[in-house]
């Protein structure tokens, strides 16, 4: 029997360890914090064994495979040794694939690419189709698996994700964009960022399709020198495409060698060029993978955003509250700031990760009236616009931070939560700062009118 070793016992390691004890491994869990007891009782039952609070070597470098939680940093200690010993050390994503059937559309990228993935999954799923969606979104593909396959399956890579990939091959796949992101990760380098997001398609074939974005620089320079296998089809917001998706300033135009389909943009409830962008990527997959038009105007008229999103939380006083505690990059926040044309009072802050802020220095001028910088060291942010932005407050606290931006705004303007930073300084994770402004915020009580 072949020994199997689950490294983390987060949502795709328990997954991964019950789709392999289903497949007749000898499974081993181990996770060097604690396991929930919801997963440890889940484990029990299942009678796979489990360690928490360490990685005992001698058990894991024993295995023939390796399953890695993709938060678990390949320079770890045991990753390390076990590649040493020539133990391959894949991700849940590539164990899943070689039990799944369906065919895939990998979505990836540094933003977007969970809007991108959602879209196309509810195009396929309102179109009819067969459908799954997993990966980086939702629920673990193993532990799915477990219960059905599907005809299609609409998966988000993260880089962590697609450095755990050896033989996993999408049928179509989606590069939305590439700006400098988890550099930490990457030992600072770009380079070794953007190399991680081009093996997206290293295991595509000539009949595969890969869907790119023109307007990018840094895919462009990532296809550079690299043998690249897959048909590229491009999309843009600046250029015609006679074979991918362009915005035409009234429509989103898709086209392929047998198709074409235009959308007027006012039918999409998501504005904004970076939200076309990703409406081009998912509707050109789509319709390479079959969606008529009459399916994807239906699609993208009744689509919804995943929260923490540009997603609007209340208007008080005439004042909007925006959460965006998704963007926890400089570029994702960049799309928020352009987004919007009203006076705002920007909400940002967190573990830097290598931010370079001097991209959004134009957009804040004359538009940004206070800078509310939410963190516990917020120096680099203070001292990056300290001769753009009059008014720098700083707080630890999401609760004073929202009453810090309705005192502060007037009828008309908004107060924007769009952080440009990680969030694990003040909070779990980007969706518990979310809920904690959308929480702040609802305990706001308007002017009473005398």
């Known amino acids: ?3 199997i070793a689950i490294l983390g016992a987060g949502e795709s390691g328990l997954g991964a360890a019950l789709l392999a004890k289903r497949q007749g491994y000898a499974v081993w869990v181990s996770d060097s914090g604690r396991i929930s007891e919801a997963r440890k009782e889940k484990l029990e039952v299942e009678e796979i064994p489990y360690e928490e609070g360490l990685h005992s070597e001698a058990i894991i470098l024993n295995s023939d495979l390796i399953v890695k939680s993709p938060g678990i940093p390949g320079n770890t200690y045991i990753v390390m040794k076990a590649m040493d010993e020539g133990i391959a050390v894949i991700d849940e994503l590539e164990f899943a694939n070689r039990f799944s059937a369906g065919k895939v559309i990998a979505i990836s990228g540094t933003n977007g690419k969970t809007t991108t993935t959602l879209l196309t999954y509810h195009l396929f799923k309102t179109a009819g189709f067969d459908v799954g969606l997993a990966g980086n979104v939702g629920k673990s593909w193993a532990a799915q698996l477990l219960e059905e396959d599907h005809d299609w399956w609409v998966i988000e890579c993260s880089s962590f994700q ?16 590439i700006t400098p992101d988890h550099l930490d990760r990457y030992d600072y380098q770009l380079q070794n960022y953007v190399h991680s997001k081009m093996g997206l398609f290293k295991n595509m074939g000539p009949r595969d399709k890969a869907i790119l974005n023109l307007d990018d620089p840094l895919t462009a320079e990532g296809l550079e020198g690299v043998k690249f296998r897959p048909e590229k089809l491009w999309f843009s917001t600046k250029t015609p495409q006679k074979n991918g998706g362009y915005f035409d300033g009234e429509n989103l135009v898709l086209k392929t060698d047998e198709k074409s389909v235009s959308i007027p943009v006012k039918e999409f409830p998501l504005q904004g060029e970076h939200n076309y962008m990703n409406a081009l990527g998912a509707g050109t997959a789509c319709l ?11 699609g993208l008229s009744s689509f919804k955003n995943a929260s923490h999103r540009m997603e609007l939380i209340r208007v008080i006083d005439g004042v909007s509250f925006i959460n965006d505690s998704k963007g926890t990059n400089v570029e994702a926040t960049a799309y928020a700031l352009d987004a919007f044309k009203n006076q705002l009072i920007w909400i940002a802050g967190g573990v830097d990760k290598g931010n370079d802020y001097r991209t959004v220095q134009g957009l804040v001028k004359g538009k940004v009236k206070t800078l509310i910088c939410l963190g516990k060291d917020n120096e680099k942010l203070k001292d990056a616009f300290q001769n753009s932005i009059e008014d720098i407050r700083e707080t630890q606290s999401m609760k004073e931070a929202v009453s810090w931006g309705k005192m502060l705004a007037k009828a008309g303007d908004m107060v924007l939560l769009s952080p440009a930073c990680a969030s694990f300084d003040l909070f779990k994770n980007y969706e518990d700062r979310g809920e904690q402004f959308r929480t702040a915020v609802n305990e706001l009580k308007p002017e009473t009118i005398a």
């Not at 450095?163 to 590069?175: E, N, V, Y």
């Not at 390479?288 to 239906?298: H, I, M, S, T, Y």
């Open 1 to 3: 029997m072949k020994q």
């Open 162 to 177: 697609i450095d755990g990939f050896f033989c996993f091959r999408p049928s179509i796949a989606i590069l939305t964009n």
């Open 288 to 298: 390479l993978a079959g969606v008529n038009e009459k399916q994807l105007k239906a």
